[in-house]
């Protein structure tokens, strides 16, 4: 059974940077996407970023310019560099991987596995 462990998830305050990390544990193979998913208390789960196969990157419009995903292939890990951060970014962060042969679509065709979540609690 593969997991998803994310780390990283702090509080700081408004304009401070933290940098997520996610391991994978567990066999999951190299034709998958990764991303970061969010939530806000009392509020849905929205997409931060995605990264897939190719190395192609898709931000949210909330985090563009301010967020970097990375991915690291070859150790299976995941990381999310958090810039310039605000209030409204506070939440629990998730790492996800999308069993997908590699290219992201996140809409429940295919299996997905998904991390704990971190916290991230920014204050003004």
């Known amino acids: 059974q593969v997991q998803l462990a994310e780390s990283g998830g702090e509080s700081v305050q408004a304009g401070g940077s933290l940098k997520l990390s996610c391991a994978t544990l567990?066999?999951?193979?190299?034709?998958?996407?990764m991303a970061w998913f969010r939530q806000a208390p009392g509020k849905g789960r929205e997409a931060v970023a995605h990264?897939?196969?190719?190395?192609?990157?898709l931000y949210g419009d909330a985090v563009q310019g301010r967020f970097t995903i990375s991915r690291d292939q070859n150790k299976n890990t995941l990381s999310l560099q958090m810039n310039s951060l605000i209030p409204e970014d506070t939440g629990t962060y998730y790492c996800?991987?999308?069993?997908?042969?590699?290219?992201?679509?996140?809409?429940?065709?295919?299996?997905?596995?998904w991390g704990q979540g971190t916290l991230v609690n920014v204050s003004s």
């Open positions: 996800a991987a999308e069993i997908s042969g590699g290219y992201c679509y996140w809409d429940k065709r295919y299996e997905e596995v």
């Open positions: 567990g066999y999951i193979g190299t034709n998958y996407c």
């Open positions: 990264v897939d196969i190719d190395g192609k990157r």
